[in-house]
């Protein structure tokens, strides 16, 4: 797809979503597999299934439900993605990242994402939930390669902080406010979709690498690119291969997520109720 094509399927895709609301959100947040119920969390929805939407592509990942949902979490006007596309799915780049454009378009400015991860660092146990402060893109493809889209940003960006500062502060505090225990630390993505052997679990530990999954940091990548403030969250599923006792399994990974769901809802609901 040219850069043409690309802009018009992104004006495309915010035209239609704005037909369907009539108020500009302040936030918009990810949902990563089996934390679909911070959905329900949303007040007077509007859910539009990503089918309808141009672009979109339906999900076909357990644990994500492919609908875009549009209201309010504690006052606040948010539009929250019910699953997501990935690169795995066969999906291209612009594709994986494409509502993130669109929710530039809209003008949304803060971006929330959360995924389920596999824990490397010793403190990233199942169940527990991780800040994510920096990532590791190494076996991501960018994102950004093709022209640049000038609209949204510029040819080179900096990534010295994906994470925003600010936001990661007001995480902590949130959490604390909240009795939750949240840990910090590196997130590695990888492609997927087979899960990383024990070699590269090691190789990524020695790096310093806290949790790895299949997500997050091309729409990471691109909000950056737009100028947007992006916090993330990793809910720790399983423990990576090798460091754990069993084999790896995705239903394993959307039960363990199922356990801990509440702790993940009133952390987000409260870090968009005071953003």
Do not use: W
């Amino acid at each position: 797809m040219n850069k043409e094509e690309l802009m018009q399927q992104i004006a495309t895709a915010t035209d239609y979503i704005k037909s369907k609301i009539d108020f500009t959100p302040e936030v918009a947040v990810i949902l990563g597999s089996g934390l679909g119920p911070l959905a329900n969390e949303v007040e007077s929805p509007v859910t539009i299934p990503y089918s309808d939407i141009p672009g979109f592509k339906a999900s076909t990942v357990v644990g994500h439900a492919g609908t875009l949902i549009a209201g309010t979490i504690k006052g606040r006007k948010v539009l929250v993605m019910n699953g997501r596309f990935h690169f795995y799915e066969g999906h291209p780049m612009e594709t994986v990242t494409l509502p993130i454009r669109v929710f530039a378009a809209m003008g949304i400015t803060k971006l929330i994402v959360t995924n389920a991860a596999g824990g490397i660092g010793d403190e990233q146990i199942p169940g527990s939930i991780m800040l994510i402060t920096d990532h590791f893109s190494f076996f991501c493809k960018s994102p950004l390669l093709g022209p640049n889209l000038d609209e949204f940003g510029p040819r080179f960006k900096d990534m010295t902080e994906v994470y925003t500062h600010s936001l990661r502060e007001l995480a902590r505090k949130v959490a604390a406010e909240n009795n939750i225990s949240l840990t910090e630390g590196v997130y590695n993505y990888v492609t997927g979709p087979q899960y990383e052997t024990p070699a590269e679990i090691r190789a990524l530990k020695l790096l310093g690498a806290n949790a790895t999954g299949m997500s997050t940091v091309p729409e990471a990548i691109v909000a950056r690119h737009c100028g947007m403030d992006v916090l993330g969250f990793s809910l720790i599923t399983n423990k990576a291969a090798g460091l754990g006792s069993s084999e790896l399994s995705h239903s394993e990974v959307t039960e363990i997520a199922h356990k801990a769901e509440r702790n993940m809802v009133t952390l987000v609901s409260n870090v968009i109720k005071s953003i």
